[in-house]
């Protein structure tokens, strides 16, 4: 990526370019905004299951509640 193309802060979607001191971010705050959703779980990123025997233990756990209420990723 050239320092002249621009993207957009992931958390707060101010414009930002390659050459700026905190890209992708637009300032510390909105580094550090991010890294606390990392850490407290807000965001995550799955894979499939593809373990037989993980597959069958979820089948017989019922679904948490939190997972009603926010959907599953």
Known sequence: MSANQALRCPTCRTLVT???EYFPFCSD???VIDLGKWASGAY???TPILDP???EGLER???RE???????R
């Open 61 to 63: 756990t019922p679904p």
């Open 29 to 31: 705050r909105c580094r």
């Open 53 to 55: 025997e993980v597959l």
């Open 44 to 46: 995550r990123i799955s």
């Open 18 to 20: 390659a050459a700026d």
């Open 66 to 72: 939190d997972d009603d209420e926010h959907g599953s």
